[in-house]
């Protein structure tokens, strides 16, 4: 694997961006000191012609301008948590409520996504670091991240690792936004999930708390499937949702296949593994996004995230489910996004 770096503009406080290009021959994938954001991932179609599968904005202005957390290293918390509140030994914590002024997301106002991460080029992979304080966003404990971005043979490898000081709830994940077309709406490309269950949407459009079947739903997406063929329909959990957005369990323990995605227009294919508990699928059902790369202007169902993770709003579950990190103890987790031709 290659890696070269190059100047990626500044943010607007005048801090600089590094875009860093990994690189095995065949495919290529940029990520920026800022957020970091996987900014690009190109890889070649059945014909040979490079195609970028990821949205993303060409300066740092896009990312610091867009609301949907395009491209970006996700944390303290993935997803959301219900009311800004939350329970850990004993004690009550609030955090601010970004969703509409009613949940908290994605690690809050000033999440892991708006952070300038340190980069080290090692011989055979790029590493990102960051410090998150004791009490930032309301969190409990000083968090210690590392995430490290490996390519090789097509395939783009993600390890997160953290250390805190004090009890924390952690939920890492990245969360790009793929077309493997390239650009247009994603309903003809289809979509594989291994998972047998769901997490139902309650009220505020977050997990209840149940487990819930996918087997005779329009949630069923155990073969692949043409991701618009059901998205429109009447079943009450995508009218919550307007589309999917919804935590699947994904069957199995240990790093295991999670989904495939493949464009038969193009032949582009891609392969999920992680050793996450589950991954919520999101079908862009509200994505914006003005002066995209090459100009483009992202709109509705566009593109469609995978983002592995722990179930969304952690007071809903038993302790057992709640991504808590203790002192003491190493998160460590791994996600593989494979691209092939077919």
């Known amino acids: 694997m290659k890696i070269t770096a190059e100047a990626f ?18 495919c290529r994938v940029a990520v920026l000191t800022y ?37 970006a290293m996700i944390g303290r918390c993935a997803n959301r948590i219900g009311h800004g509140k939350f329970t850990l030994n004993g004690k009550d914590y609030t955090l601010p409520c970004n969703d509409n002024g009613v949940n908290h997301l994605h690690g809050g106002m000033s999440g892991f996504d708006q ?30 991240v590392k995430v490290t971005y490996q390519l090789e043979n097509g395939a783009l490898k993600l390890h997160y690792e953290a250390d805190t000081d004090a009890d ?23 979509l594989q999930i291994h998972a047998s269950q769901y997490a139902p949407l309650g009220e505020e459009n977050i ?13 069923d997406l155990r073969e692949l ?8 329909e009447s079943f009450v959990q995508l009218r919550k949702a307007g589309g999917y957005d919804h935590h699947y369990w994904v069957d199995g323990e240990g790093m295991r296949p999670f989904a495939e995605a493949v464009c038969e227009e193009n032949g582009i294919h891609l392969t999920v593994m992680s050793d996450m508990p589950g991954v919520q699928l999101y079908t862009a059902n509200f994505l914006t996004g003005a002066n995209g790369k ?35 103890e190493h998160y460590s987790h791994t996600t593989v996004f494979a691209f092939s031709v077919g």
């Open 168 to 190: 924390t709830l952690c939920n890492l994940t990245n969360h790009s936004y793929f077309n493997l077309a390239g650009k247009g709406e994603v309903g003809t490309q289809k």
């Open 35 to 71: 957020g970091g954001i996987i900014q690009a991932i190109e890889v070649p179609d059945r014909s040979g012609k490079t195609v970028d599968v990821v949205l993303g904005f060409d300066s740092p202005a896009g990312y610091e301008a867009q609301t949907c957390y395009i491209g």
């Open 115 to 144: 952070k300038h991460w340190q980069a080290e080029v090692q011989p055979d992979a790029l590493v990102l670091t960051l410090h998150s304080a004791d009490g930032e966003e309301g969190y409990p404990g000083a968090l210690d």
């Open 294 to 328: 090459q100009g483009t202007d992202y709109g509705r169902r566009e593109a469609f995230c995978l983002e592995t993770q722990f179930v969304p709003n952690p007071p809903a579950w038993t302790t057992e489910l709640q991504p808590i990190l203790r002192k003491g």
């Open 225 to 232: 499937t043409p991701m618009g063929a059901h998205w429109d």
């Open 9 to 26: 503009g500044a943010t607007k406080d005048g801090t600089p961006v590094t875009r860093y290009w990994l690189s095995d021959g065949s």
């Open 207 to 219: 997990p209840d708390g149940t487990h819930a079947a996918v087997a005779g739903t329009p949630m």
